[in-house]
């Protein structure tokens, strides 16, 4: 995946994240077991985990894959919060670290797969965001295709658990969102 698909899925997701209020914390979202403010500290920690690992440095966030952080980092203003992470994720993601390999939790990974991982991470669960809080939750088309693609590509029966359901009929005439949520367990 390239900076621009990662810049896209970060900006649709400011867009969600600015909607988000203290009064959505505790609704749930389309993902078990964690309420908006739980799944916001996911996304969150996603950025600070994925600038780190983008820049070879030790993790200032523990958080395993999939998992939450071991801190709060929503704290006052989720959408500073947001902005911050993402301006650190999309600086470690410049130079060359998408084109070399990186030392994660899952054992060494090419730059663009774990930028690949990130941007879809970020901009899916920027659509629960959306549904869990009652925005609009469609992607842009290109981004939706794009990151579908990359899911296609690299997410597999065995490595949808936990956290990925199975896959899940869009119907047809599906949107491009539509399609990208039904295969990662979603329904649209």
């Known amino acids: 995946?390239?900076?621009?698909?990662?810049?896209?899925?970060?900006?649709?997701?400011?867009?969600?994240v600015g909607g988000v209020t203290a009064e959505h914390y505790d609704r749930a979202t389309p993902c078990a077991d964690w309420d908006t403010r739980a799944?916001?500290?996911?996304?969150?920690?996603?950025?600070?985990?994925?600038?780190?690992?983008?820049?070879?440095?030790?993790?200032?966030?523990r958080m395993a894959p999939g998992s939450l952080p071991d801190v709060d980092l929503v704290g006052a203003d989720p959408l500073k919060a947001y902005q911050v992470g993402v301006d650190g994720l999309l600086a470690a993601?410049?130079?060359?670290?998408l084109?070399?390999?990186?030392?994660?939790?899952?054992?060494?990974?090419?730059?663009?797969v774990l930028g690949?991982?990130?941007a879809l991470d970020i901009a899916v669960h920027g659509w629960d965001l959306a549904k869990a809080t009652?925005?609009?939750?469609?992607?842009?088309?290109?981004?939706?295709?794009e990151v579908l693609a990359f899911a296609r590509q690299t997410i597999t029966d065995t490595t949808r658990?936990?956290?990925?359901?199975?896959?899940?009929?869009?119907?047809?005439?599906?949107?491009a969102t539509d399609r990208l949520v039904a295969f990662l367990g979603r329904r649209p």
């Open 39 to 61: 799944l916001l500290n996911h996304v969150l920690g996603t950025l600070a985990l994925g600038a780190d690992l983008l820049g070879d440095v030790e993790p200032t966030v």
């Open 99 to 112: 084109a070399r390999s990186h030392s994660t939790p899952l054992g060494a990974m090419p730059g663009g």
């Open 134 to 145: 009652g925005q609009r939750a469609e992607l842009d088309d290109d981004l939706a295709d």
């Open 161 to 175: 658990a936990p956290r990925i359901g199975p896959e899940v009929t869009a119907g047809p005439g599906a949107s």
């Open 116 to 118: 690949g991982f990130t």
């Open 93 to 97: 993601a410049g130079g060359d670290a």
């Open 1 to 16: 995946m390239d900076l621009t698909t990662m810049q896209q899925a970060c900006a649709s997701t400011e867009r969600i």
